[in-house]
């Protein structure tokens, strides 16, 4: 009995090991259809969130909602700079946890794609390397350079290392499934030549036997050695093919927007176009999508690049810069990802059989130097087909018309195919999904005033003269400006003076000589003898630029003070170590009596930074070391180079906040010593015509916010702040009111939805083992507020044929004269509300044999703010 006892507790003993070693030890691999975890294979949905983008207190929630959203995998970049800010100094901790911001994920239950790079783009400064990369003697960076090689390797076996130490890796139980080694290299590969491929094979080896267990990747490169993945990034990849015919079809940034540069508009991308791109993407094959950006968030401190990318990266992604969901692009990719779903088993099991519904004929203008050609194309109406024992069956029907409707006939059924869509078929009978037509509610967002006052202003001059000699150095000529502040400000002072003879015509009735200077980025404030004479800025597609302008010169010795200004380094192309930023020459002064004088080679003094940072005025720590002066604001006249401090109380509620500052010209600001980022109010030009959906999508196509700031609202993370005596502290470049500096609130205002009686309902469908429908229900249209609100009026519904947009519907000539009191009832004082298209939900049928729809428009207000009565319009 006893030795009984004895063998069935090793045996269990064995099987508790056998099963833990099971489970934490799953295996990840691929084969020409997907990617396959612990012997399955999956069609994955991913998004990226970038960890330092937001704060660790908003990574929960942002996770979740990515995973209500249908998302199977988070991805990231890993941000060097921010990890390594000098060599062999490593931090981990804020918005830099990555470990913490990895195990968040895995705790919601989701897969982690963990492109370490190091090289990431992202619009991130210097692309994500350390500046103090380019001073390792003999570095040429991404290519076969050793120093190079040696320091991307360090960095990339401290990841990785940090991740198995963690047990982070899928093969160890943890949520990371691929990993990806640098990043979008097949253009540099291609101008560097025999080097650069010499240089991508290594790093492919090299990661490969770090041995992480899991599959690497890499993103716009064709040669990719195997194991590695090529994969494909863009705002289409349905053309896209791995280079071996046994790895699988991976898209890891589809573009879900574009982002925003200071002087340019804001750029959107339709959801129904995104849509229509990630279906065609998976009906040629494609098994991993990733959103890039799922969720963009805000570019804090300096860490911008470009040069001259905003603040705000919002991307226009599913969940915008603050977090919040933004409909209809969070809900209609929703129920894209429910209908994929519907088809996972047969689109990973065989391979798709290609059928004809039609053809039409699609004209291309083809432009020439002399002439204009109209070339009609044969085009075809496709039917992608997935059938197999193992998975059944799935259609993807498509229309590629970005003109008109397609009427075709699939399997002896007639549907009718919007311009520019894909209809998805789980059962490749009834329509689930079309791309085109979107089903979800339309949010607007709104700031709304905190009313909240910001007390107690008090300002500190950054007095030039007062710039101290011995701690500046000098030069003959012009120094290259990243060279002498190696990173550690946007800002750095090029000084040098001229000795004018009082005979010179100007000082007696003549023209006033013009001082002009030539840079090579980004932003430039001339000062003569203490003054502001002037300003200039390039741009990021020009980062060149000239300043030219009158100076106010005196007889004798006349200071010269340029204050050249960073917008962030560049973050894409080759050669990172041979950049330039700062003056660059010549610096000339014209209309002197004996001519020209080419100041470039004389003798110049340089200081780096201001006199405020160095003071660390930024920070409550620091804003005692100097004598601020009090007074009112609102009669001052905004001066330059000017810091601004306040205090505030955190407003009530949980809405994200933000500070406005139209008022304010261009600088930095901070609250409680964080950095919130760069703000410029500079205007956005561009093309802000109508947009639509069909038709391939490029940035100019779709533009807002012409003529108004760039960025206006600047993103306060709430975890930031204290209940009361919060430190706001901005520093102005340029001249602005500060006294009008406001925090707002943002959150919804207004809510539409357009719903027709056939809208195709992915949420009703249930399936059985063999695939086919068990019930469809009919659609609803569906409405909702955020959190802490309730629909607080209806301004307009109708049962029929209404036309219109969102703010702008008008009932048709069929209508239900009882529409609004059926919202009314269903949706007043509720945060969310359906209602059942049919002709018994609206008692009667108000045009029969014609195909209706319901078009509601409803505000949003806090839960305890009192419902408008019924019949009441705004």
């Known amino acids: 009995m006893e030795a009984n006892s004895v063998s069935s507790l090793f045996f269990l003993v064995c099987l508790a090991l056998f099963m833990n070693l099971k489970m934490t030890q799953c295996k990840v691999t691929y084969d020409r259809k997907a990617i396959v975890i612990d012997g399955q294979r999956r069609f994955l ?92 003697p003999g570095i040429s960076f991404r290519t076969d350079n050793e120093p190079f090689k040696m320091a991307m390797q360090g960095f990339t076996q401290k990841i990785v290392q940090l991740m198995k130490s963690e047990r982070l890796f899928e093969s160890q139980g943890g949520p990371i499934i691929l990993s990806q080694i640098e990043n979008e290299y097949g253009p540099s590969s291609k101008a560097l030549g025999v080097p650069g491929y010499l240089y991508m094979t290594w790093a492919a080896k090299m990661a490969v036997e770090l041995g992480t267990g899991v599959p690497w990747v890499m993103c716009k490169e064709d040669d990719a050695p195997d194991p590695v993945i090529n994969t494909c990034n863009g705002f289409y990849c349905d053309e896209f093919a791995p280079n071996r015919p046994y790895k699988p079809t991976i898209w890891t940034e589809a573009w879900s927007g574009w982002f925003t540069e200071f002087g340019g508009t804001i750029k959107q991308r339709p959801v129904q176009d995104l849509a229509y791109a990630v279906a065609r993407f998976i009906q040629k094959g494609g098994s991993f999508v990733n959103y890039y950006m799922y969720h963009g968030g805000t570019n804090y401190g300096r860490t911008a690049g470009g040069p001259f990318i905003t603040t705000t990266y919002d991307y226009d992604a599913p969940l915008d810069e603050y977090g919040l969901i933004r409909q209809p692009k969070y809900g209609h990719l929703t129920e894209l990802h ?40 044969k085009r075809e109406h496709l039917a992608h087909e997935f059938s197999s024992k193992e998975g059944g069956c799935a259609a993807f029907l498509a229309n590629h018309n970005p003109e008109s409707v397609a009427k075709v006939v699939y399997n002896n059924k007639h549907y009718n195919l919007p311009p520019w869509s894909i209809s998805i078929l ?191 005025l930024d920070s409550p720590n620091g804003i005692s070391s100097v004598e601020w002066m009090q007074g009112s604001l609102v009669s001052q006249r905004p ?92 520093f102005e470049e340029i001249g602005g009111v500060a006294s009008q500096i406001s925090l707002v609130k943002r959150s919804v205002s207004r809510v539409c939805s357009v719903v027709s009686e056939y809208h195709p309902n992915v949420k009703a469908w249930h399936t059985k083992s063999n695939n086919k429908s068990e019930v469809i229900q009919k659609p609803k249209v569906h409405l909702g507020c955020m959190p802490g609100q309730s629909i607080s009026e209806i301004k307009f519904a109708s049962f029929g044929n209404p036309s219109g947009t969102c703010g702008t519907f008008q009932k048709g000539t069929c209508h239900s004269p009882i529409s609004d009191a059926i919202l009314q009832k269903k949706c007043l004082g509720k945060e969310k509300c359906s209602v059942t298209i049919s002709t018994s939900n609206f008692k009667g049928d108000p045009c029969p044999n014609v195909s209706k729809q319901v078009a509601v428009e409803a505000f949003c207000a806090p839960k305890a703010a009192a419902i408008t009565e019924p019949n009441s319009r705004r």
Not at 111 to 126: D, S
Not at 342 to 351: G, I, Q, R
Request: with cysteine; net charge neutral.
């Open 45 to 136: 949905f991913s998004g990226s969130i970038h960890y330092p983008r937001s704060t660790p207190e908003m990574w929960g929630d942002l996770i979740q909602k990515a995973k209500d959203g249908g998302l199977d995998v988070i991805e990231t970049y890993v941000f060097w700079n921010g990890h390594e800010p000098s060599p062999g100094n490593y931090y981990f901790e804020g918005r830099y946890d990555l470990v913490r911001f990895v195990k968040t994920v895995q705790r919601a239950g989701l897969y982690v794609h963990l492109r370490i790079g190091p090289y990431i783009c992202a619009e991130w400064n210097f692309g994500g390397f350390p500046v103090w990369l380019k001073y390792v």
């Open 639 to 730: 001066q330059p180079l000017t810091w601004y401090k306040a205090y505030f109380s955190a407003p009530q509620g949980n809405e994200p906040l933000a500070l406005d500052m139209r008022s304010m010209g261009k600088g930095q600001v901070w609250i409680n010593g964080q950095s919130i980022g760069r703000y410029w109010t500079t205007t956005a030009n561009g093309n802000c015509n109508k947009c639509s959906y069909s038709g391939s999508y490029r940035p100019p196509k779709c533009q807002l916010g012409c003529g108004r700031p760039t960025q206006r609202w600047y993103h306060v993370p709430r975890s930031w702040l204290k209940p009361t005596q919060n430190l706001l502290v901005v």
């Open 338 to 377: 429910r209908a994929i779903k519907l088809c996972e088993k047969a689109l990973v099991s065989t391979d798709p059989v290609v059928t004809s519904l039609g053809s039409y004929q699609q004209v291309l203008d083809i432009s020439f130097s002399k002439y204009n050609v109209s070339k009609g194309i």
């Open 426 to 616: 789980p059962d490749c009978e009834k329509v689930a999904f079309n791309t085109a037509k979107v089903g979800v509610q339309t949010s607007h967002m709104q700031m709304l005033p905190s009313n909240l006052e910001l007390l107690s202003w008090e300002t500190y001059d950054e007095d030039i003269s007062s710039l101290d000699d011995h701690k500046m150095i000098t030069s003959v000529g012009l120094l290259e400006q990243i060279n002498v502040t190696r990173d550690t400000s946007d800002y750095l002072w090029y000084m040098t003076s001229v000795d004018v003879s009082s005979s010179e015509s100007f000082l007696h009735g003549g023209e006033q000589p013009t001082l002009i200077v030539e840079s090579s980025g980004h932003a430039l404030h001339v000062f003569i003898n203490g003054q502001i004479s002037g300003s200039t800025y390039g741009t990021r597609e020009n980062r060149r630029f000239a300043y030219s302008g009158k100076v106010n010169l005196r007889a004798g010795t006349n200071k010269i003070a340029l204050l050249s200004i960073a917008v962030g380094l560049p973050n894409i192309g080759t050669h990172f170590e041979n950049w330039k930023t700062g003056l660059q020459g010549p610096v000339v002064l014209r209309g002197l009596d004996h001519g020209n004088l080419d100041l470039t080679w004389q003798k110049w003094s340089y200081q780096v930074g201001l006199k405020g940072e160095e003071m660390n």
